[in-house]
């Protein structure tokens, strides 16, 4: 519909092309402005003339033409607001949102996205920094698949470096075998932080954790073996958090990935004049671009992160052939991709501008008892633990007698951290407050899933009907106010996912869901679904159905299932 009043407009103005106008054309907020409203103002340069008399001059010109899909066209005050005929509007529109699929599409068919997210530390707690990258790449993924990209999730774990040298250190002399087997991570924090103590009163401490990295650099079979205990036992946590939220990876391809990678790059950047020896040290100088230099080596001649991730970068081209790299990180490095992406736009590969960092904002407690940056962890498995214990609550408290209240309070629980993390743009900061994230009436997860475990019932009452396959629906009884919005509005998913993608942002997609959850209870509050008339009930009902599947298909793309009775 949209395309056909852009095609009425053009043969009226010869001004704007047809990208123009459909980029001016709005859905007003109120219905009495009309289905569609035309700004003149962007005219009145053109043909010199009050854009109010060129509304009137156009909407006249309309007028005497007699569409038959345009009921009525005003012009107000340099609009002009044009009135579908709602019978073949709500025709056109419900066969389209009733297709299979509907929002997928393949223009990304035949093109690579790597996506570069979670990456936690090894023998770090998982916190929920790196729960928002987790959601936020998960979420990335689905988006870009569903518009037929082939996707490469990869996590690129923190599973190398001179931190490991430290433990090594640590746990020779302070570790016992049994402590770490049976509490995992929080012991190698524990003795990590103690290092950390003693290497203030014992600076040698500092060298022997740098002999052990370089060792493990060199393949020492001692110190690989150590350290690869502490990953197996951190991946064992880490896991547990990925399957609570359902997220799998294509490749655990972490830092340690790269240490027999790392030599090519600096043999490339040499190549290439690049390396400039900086008191032991090897850089790439960056001030030329108001950046401090990129370190390649380090004076014992240990690779270092941003090594790695060149070296990531070469493997991943020749690997996955990507037409786009992306990186989901803390907005803190911010810098460190900039200068990885300027060493490879420096050794003259052009697909230096397929490479995008994508950060984010802090997360922290409302009432900012906890954050991030003051060094007070949140860690996400606790969140989420909690989360779902107080769904739990919720759930007997108004409604103990539903079956498989444990798994619904997962779905649920789980759910509102992931939506709510991803309701605000990505920059913004995340802030925990229990009563709003929870609350059933909010903008909230467990509200759009709510909405949809209600549109299950209503196909419950209505005997299960198997509306799928009823044929020859009749549309045209579907005129109504708040169906006709409810349907306009999900007519917009294919443009919503697309819009996410191309800005790389899921809370677009979050925003859309609720739109429609909200329009669907404005629509089931007027408009009786179970009636004796047929036709009408039918109709409806394959609304129910589109609104139900597009909630289902929005929610999946933020990486939330939806209950079908909670
Ligand atoms: N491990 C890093 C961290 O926790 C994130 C890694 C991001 N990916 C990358 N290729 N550098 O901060």
Known sequence: MKD????????????????????????????????????????????????????????????????????????????????????GYAKSLMEKICQDNYGSSDIGKGKTVCIDYSSPNVAKNFHVGHLRTTIIGNSLYKIFDKLGYHVERINHLGDWGT?????????????????????????????YVK????????????????????????????????????????????????KLLG???????????????????????????????SDGAYIVPL?????????????????????????????RKDTYHFDKCLYVTGLEQKLHFAQVFKVIELLGYDWYKDLDHIPYGLVSMEGGKLSTRSGN??????????????????INEKNPDLPDKEKVSRIVGVGAIIFNDLYNQRIKDVIFNWDKILNFDGETGPYVQYTYARCASVFRKAGNVDIDSVKDIDYKVLTEESTMALIKDIERFPAVIQDAA??????????????????????????????????VKMARLKVVRAAMNTLKDGLDLLGISCPEQM
Not at 165 to 178: F, R, T
Request: overall charge negative; glycine content about 4%.
């Open 195 to 242: 290092f950390h103590e003693e290497a203030e009163k014992d600076p040698s401490l500092d060298d022997q954790a740098r002999e052990w990295f370089v060792k493990m650099e060199q393949g020492d079979e001692e110190a690989l073996s150590i350290w690869q205990w502490f990953k197996d036992i951190s991946l064992v946590e880490y896991k547990r958090i990925y």
């Open 163 to 191: 931190q490991f040298g430290k433990l090594i250190v640590a746990y020779k002399k302070w570790g016992s075998k049994e402590e770490v087997e049976e509490k995992g991570i929080e012991e190698l924090m524990k003795i």
């Open 247 to 277: 997220i799998e990876f294509d490749h655990y391809t972490g830092e340690s990935f790269y240490r027999d990678k790392t030599q090519a790059v600096v043999d490339t950047l040499n190549e290439h004049h690049l390396l400039v020896e």
């Open 287 to 315: 001030d030329e671009y108001n950046m401090a230099p990129c370190l390649i080596t380090k004076k014992d001649g240990s690779s270092i992160y941003a090594t790695r991730d060149l070296a990531a970068l070469f493997y």
């Open 502 to 535: 191309n800005k790389y942002e899921p809370f677009i997609i979050s925003r859309f869901v609720m739109s429609v959850a909200q329009h669907f209870n404005k629509f089931y509050h007027d408009c009786q679904i179970n009636v004796d008339d047929e036709n």
């Open 377 to 394: 962890v949140i860690y996400a498995e606790e969140i989420l633990h909690e989360s779902i214990s107080k769904i739990y609550e919720i």
């Open 4 to 87: 056909r009043i852009t095609e009425v407009l053009l043969q009226e103005i010869d001004a704007l092309t047809k990208e123009e106008i459909e980029g001016l054309l709005e859905v007003p907020k109120k219905a009495d402005m009309g289905d569609y409203a035309f700004p003149c103002f962007r005219l009145a340069k053109a043909y010199r003339k009050a854009p109010n008399l060129i509304s009137q001059e156009i909407t006249e010109k309309i007028r005497e033409k007699n569409y038959d899909f345009i009921e009525k066209i005003e012009n107000v005050g340099g609009y002009i607001n044009v009135f579908l005929d709602k019978e």
